[in-house]
């Protein structure tokens, strides 16, 4: 699985990249630093984190800090039963995370919150360091996991980071570059292989890779979705909204061919977006502070199916839904 973030953005007085090191570094965290060769466009990656991108800046040490990271929380060294928060641009899960094939409930648990733990190999254990260069870190990761059914996996996650150079960034945004614009854009390439003795099947649970991101919030800022326009015969739904309960609609607006959800941290929803609907790309922007975020993925196949991440048993444990955002 391929994910593009970039962030294009304008100066202004705030939190700056360096203190997020900072934080994180006294929080016992080895962060490797990708740059250009002017030291503008900033990636951190913490391999102990599971290489997540904590977060970045296209300003160099004294720019904004882009990503939302729970400094206090990495700062404190301490850790949560269920999950840590510690936040990151890009993270990386496994799924899925409810119904009889979850890997975050053990057998014979219920489907409650207070018996949900994140495995510990994406929540609070290291990746190995492969290699590392100026603009690229590469990392993996080689672990056991059992689901709800009592299905065991051994799997490995290889993991790779890389910084794109500005002509990159354009090229994948599809239009011409903007001079007085600053930019910011990593890559991350994950892979899930199957390194047990046994295959995996729909019979007894399949794994499948979940990346997450998180961002600065504000009052300012407006999460959009771009969808296929078409009928619900064709295409499907549009979009599933009621996963924590039905999404007001003074946060909420979709449109023929696109979402748009208000992406204030002020309320807890989650979108689901099916594959024959999604685009491959989604972002926000914070119109008070010009930032624009793009993230783009592989195009899903329409005909490919998904795990299901439903906190029950399902009678389908697989189905045709891939994009989720949650705000």
Known sequence: MCAMSASLTTADGATTAAQTFSEVTRG?????????????SLVAVSPRLQGRVLTTSAEGQ?????????EEQIGSGKLQGHFNAYGGEDRIWIAPKGGQFSVFF????????A???????????????VRKSRSSVALKKEFALQNYSGTKFKVRIDR??????????????????????????????????NVGDSAWSKQSGLLSIWILGQFQASPATTIVIPIHAGSEAQLGTPVTSDYFGAIPAT??????????????AEYR?????????????????DAHLHILTVVQQNTPDPRAEYVNNA?????QAVQRRLRECIQ
């Open 28 to 40: 016992g965290q080895a962060v490797i630093e990708l740059s250009d060769a002017r030291g503008q």
């Open 62 to 70: 004294a720019g904004r800090s882009l990503g939302w990271v729970n």
């Open 106 to 113: 053990a057998p014979h648990s219920s489907f409650d919150i």
């Open 115 to 129: 018996d949900w733990y994140t495995p510990a190999p994406v929540d609070t254990q290291p990746f190995d360091l």
């Open 160 to 193: 790779k980071i890389r910084l794109l150079d500005k002509d990159r960034i354009w090229r994948h945004l599809g239009i011409a570059p903007v001079g007085h614009v600053k930019t910011v854009a990593f890559e991350s390439l994950n892979r899930l292989t």
């Open 251 to 264: 946060r909420l607006a979709v449109t023929p061919s696109a979402i748009y959800m208000r992406g204030d």
């Open 269 to 285: 929803g989650k979108l689901g977006v099916n594959p024959a609907r999604a685009t491959g790309v989604l972002g926000s922007y």
């Open 311 to 315: 906190w029950k048993i399902q009678d």
